[in-house]
């Protein structure tokens, strides 16, 4: 996707949020991991509006990034943070670990790794 029709679309998906974002409750700091549909690659970040943040991530999807190039799609992890400082060490701490580590902490939480959904990006119940 080139970058002007990329930032329009990106545009586009922040339109479409509007004030619902702060409705939802989703503009809080948070570090999360996505994967692509097969989990064979992780991607850590750090944002303050996880759900702006995954659109961006789809949009990017025909581009030739990182999330383009390895069809990064699915949220499979999330942690929250009142200070984005403290998001953003953890963000670093996690990019350090070796991947049998970040799968282990993602598996504590999410075993299935099954994409966690909008507007609540919260980790399935036992029951499901």
Same mark, same amino acid.
Request: hydrophobic share 35%; aromatic share 10%.
């Given at each position: 996707?080139?970058?002007?029709?990329?930032? $329009? *679309?990106?545009?586009?998906? =922040?339109?479409? +949020?509007?004030? @619902?974002?702060?409705?939802?409750?989703? /503009?809080?700091?948070?570090?999360?991991?996505?994967?692509?549909?097969?989990?064979?690659?992780?991607?850590?970040?750090?944002?303050?509006?996880?759900v $702006? *943040?995954?659109?961006?991530? =789809?949009?990017? +999807?025909?581009? @030739?990034?990182?999330?383009?190039?390895y /069809?990064?799609?699915?949220?499979?992890?999330?942690?929250?943070?009142?200070?984005?400082?403290?998001?953003?060490r953890?963000?670093?701490q996690?990019?350090?670990?070796?991947?049998?580590?970040k799968?282990? +902490?993602i598996?504590?939480?999410?075993?299935?790794?099954?994409?966690?959904?909008?507007?609540?990006?919260?980790?399935?119940?036992?029951?499901?």
């Amino acid at each position: 996707m080139d970058p002007p029709r990329f930032a $329009r *679309r990106v545009t586009q998906l =922040r339109h479409v +949020l509007g004030a @619902d974002e702060h409705y939802i409750g989703m /503009k809080r700091n948070c570090i999360y991991i996505m994967s692509n549909k097969s989990r064979t690659t992780l991607y850590v970040g750090v944002t303050n509006n996880l759900v $702006r *943040r995954r659109l961006e991530h =789809r949009a990017e +999807l025909a581009g @030739d990034g990182f999330c383009g190039r390895y /069809k990064i799609c699915d949220v499979i992890y999330v942690e929250y943070f009142d200070k984005i400082v403290d998001a953003i060490r953890r963000e670093k701490q996690i990019k350090e670990y070796a991947r049998a580590r970040k799968l282990a +902490l993602i598996m504590s939480r999410n075993p299935h790794m099954v994409s966690l959904q909008p507007p609540f990006f919260s980790f399935p119940t036992t029951n499901e």
